[in-house]
């Protein structure tokens, strides 16, 4: 990656070689963090956890990554630090390593909580970098962002599958690899960060929903809150439960287990794409609109159907699902201008806390109750989304505004 190749185009351009490289580093930083959860049936058996163990490490890794990244992301909004990022890819290294070597329970919570460390610095400021290159198309920028994290996400179990599973724990350190090519990469987007100090807007367009009185700004983030709970408790359920409950339910092999979640994980990837573009094109309060209530009927259905049928269905939630965040993220920073950092710290800290609370309540209640009521319980989620009928339609006081 010269220094060509990262120069700032026009204004109005988007700079899709930054966001390439963004993208990138955002599959490295995901992949590395997923082998976590993917390796969870490993722990389970080596360490002799039960359920609710594996939901505390969840806990640990996420909630020290949601508790930090707001903060991180209004202490950029202020003063930015664009080579932070390099800072949060050497802890995930540190955290993978860290995974790798331990002997028990409490090393791998210290692996969990150096992983979230990382996540806390990466994600606030590297959705800061993908909305300074966007050009203006925020939503493509965000999903082009975020795809790179739901592709690393979903290469985590099949590298667990294949890599991990036949040999050991001490294999997670082969991935050091990746973590160090990422910090190469992060440290050259740093470059262009300091160089390109502010969002560059195709037009000079005036931001969507900058108007809009202060309460009714609160009352609309609240509900992207709670929205954020509804999607990331349904995805906590499969992500850190799904292979247990395969191989529970359908006697499956933890390699085919791992497979089927890869499925899962790919849907989202893709889900991500479509979410921002479309939210671009139609607006964003129907992308979440339809993306989270939407999914409804195969929540219900999902822990009633067959093998087949369940992964299936698994796909379409994933696909469908996953469209609604870089849709939240967009609608949010249009509510805040100006508050980029502050906005992706909050949300993606949320997505994470809310994965693990989630993860923890739900590793408390499989335990209790079996992983089938856990699934049967969950797919009444999708519920919340009947909130999304109280955002204000910004895109439609932007229009009468123009």
Known sequence: MTETTLSRPSPGVTAFSVLGAISACHLLNDMIQSLLPAIYPILKDSFGLSFSQLGLLTLTYQVTASLLQPVVGLVT??????????????????????????????ALLAGGVLLGFGSSIFHPEASRLARMASGGAHGLAQSLFQVGGNLGSALGPLLAAFIILPHGQGSLAWFAFAALAGMVVLARLGSWHRLNGKPRARGGAAVPGNDLPAGQVARAIAILIALIISKYVYLASISSYYTFYLMERFALSTGTAQLCLFAFLAAVAAGTVIGGPIGDRIGRKTVIWVSILGILPFTLALPYVGLTATVA????????????????????????????????????????????????????????????????????????????????????RARRAA
């Open 77 to 106: 909004d202020r003063r930015p630090m664009p080579y932070s990022l390099v800072l949060g890819m050497g802890s995930t290294l540190l955290g993978l390593l860290t995974l790798a070597a331990a002997p028990g329970f409490p």
């Open 313 to 396: 269905l698994s796909v379409v939630i994933g696909l469908a699902l996953a469209s609604a965040f870089p849709a939240i993220v967009v609608y949010a920073q249009e509510l805040l201008p100006g508050r980029v950092g502050t906005v992706s710290g909050l949300f993606f800290g949320l997505a994470f806390g809310v994965g693990g609370l989630g993860a923890a309540g739900l590793g408390l209640v499989a335990d209790r109750m079996g992983i089938d009521f856990v699934y049967a319980a969950c797919s009444y989620l999708p519920l919340l989304g009947l909130l999304t009928a109280l955002l204000p339609n910004t895109e439609d």
